[in-house]
């Protein structure tokens, strides 16, 4: 397997190769610094794996990923980087990565995870995982009483100001006040906007 690594820090770069180049059947293809380089590369022989660095200047890696998959949708492109937040895991796998990795990720785990990303298996770190799939509060809720938060739940969970008021023994217009003021606290616009912001997707 020819492996490709772009990163601009030259550190990485030489202990990623030296890491890779012990393994019989992974062969360091180039070490390089820059997305434009890559592209060059990628026009002359495509590699069968890229390890890509998301933070590089001129370009980054995934405007680098975004273009080498537009020319060859069938290249295989790992991330490698700092950045382990939702934003840019999301546009990195938008751009067309297979997989993200963390730096902090022990390297002896590497050479293995790449292979399974060649056999197709779609491979993240655990920590990325996490990050994925909880749920991010909103920073309005914290300045919720209990009582509002409950009304935010039910809100979320599709009940009406009435359904609200009979699970909760209020008034139906108790509740209707109380979202108006959960709403102004929530900077929300209406109660579909109320509801995504409890459930982590607003």
């Known amino acids: 397997m020819n492996v490709l690594l772009v990163d601009d820090d030259k550190l990485i770069l030489q202990s990623l190769k030296i890491t890779l180049e012990k393994e019989a059947d992974i062969t360091v293809a180039g070490a390089i610094t820059d997305g434009h380089q890559a592209l060059e590369i990628c026009k002359e022989d495509l590699p069968d794996l890229i390890l890509m660095d998301i933070q590089m200047p001129n370009i980054n890696g995934i405007q680098t990923t975004r273009l080498i998959k537009e020319d060859y949708p069938n290249a295989t492109i790992m991330m490698l980087t700092t950045f ?27 050479a293995p995870k790449l292979r399974l990303l060649k056999s197709g ?56 006040n109380r979202i108006v003021v959960i709403m102004e606290k929530m900077d929300v616009k209406n109660r579909t906007q109320l509801g995504l912001a409890y459930s982590g997707e607003g």
């Not at 509060?137 to 359904?163: C, F, M, Y």
């Open 84 to 110: 382990a937040d939702r934003e840019h895991i999301k546009d990195a796998m938008a751009a067309g990565a297979s997989g993200y990795l963390l730096k902090t990720d022990p390297l002896s785990e590497l």
């Open 121 to 176: 298996t779609g491979i993240m770190s655990a920590d990325v995982l996490k990050e994925l799939t909880t749920p991010r509060q909103h920073p309005g809720l914290k300045d919720l009483t209990p009582r509002e938060l409950d009304i935010t739940r039910l809100v979320a969970e599709g009940l009406s100001n009435k359904e609200i008021a009979a699970t909760l023994f209020l008034s139906e217009g108790t509740v209707r």
